[in-house]
């Protein structure tokens, strides 16, 4: 079976992530420990690593978004519920919408009041342009 997957063999390993339960499972406590109780102040700053890191292990499913609650929720971290909330609301209206909304990965996709703030600032001067390319 896994040889008709057809995997590029030519992709590198990563040596930021592991796989596996337990490894996502060391990612989450370390992230309770060291990290829970700033994250709702400094989750958003890109020069900081206050992440939980999780995404790769839910989105393989090696870990479970109930899992990750149930432990979140055993600690009295101030930070619990802005994690919580992200996981869980913000997850299930993402693939709620993606579910629902078969124009969900196109500007279609967007609701009125999203398509008519993007027309009034298109033109707004931007501090740095990229070119498709450049990405």
């Known amino acids: 079976m896994i040889t008709g997957l057809h995997i590029d063999r030519n992709v590198k390993k990563t040596d930021n992530f592991h796989g596996g339960t337990e490894e996502a499972k060391k990612h989450l406590r370390d992230f309770i420990k060291y990290k829970l109780d700033d994250y709702p102040d400094l989750r958003n700053d890109p020069s900081l690593d206050y992440l939980s890191n ?56 967007l609701p009125g009041w999203t398509k008519r703030t993007l027309k009034e600032h298109e033109r707004d001067p931007r501090e740095h342009n990229y070119t498709l390319e450049s990405f």
Not at 55 to 74: A, K, R, V
Not at 81 to 97: D, G, H, K, P
């Open 54 to 109: 999780m995404s790769p292990y839910l989105h393989f499913g090696q870990i479970s978004p109930l899992y990750i609650t149930l432990q979140i929720q055993g600690t009295d971290s101030p930070g619990k519920e802005a994690y919580l909330e992200e996981l869980i609301v913000r997850r299930e209206l993402s693939m709620n919408y993606v579910c629902y909304n078969q124009n969900y990965d196109s500007f279609q996709g």
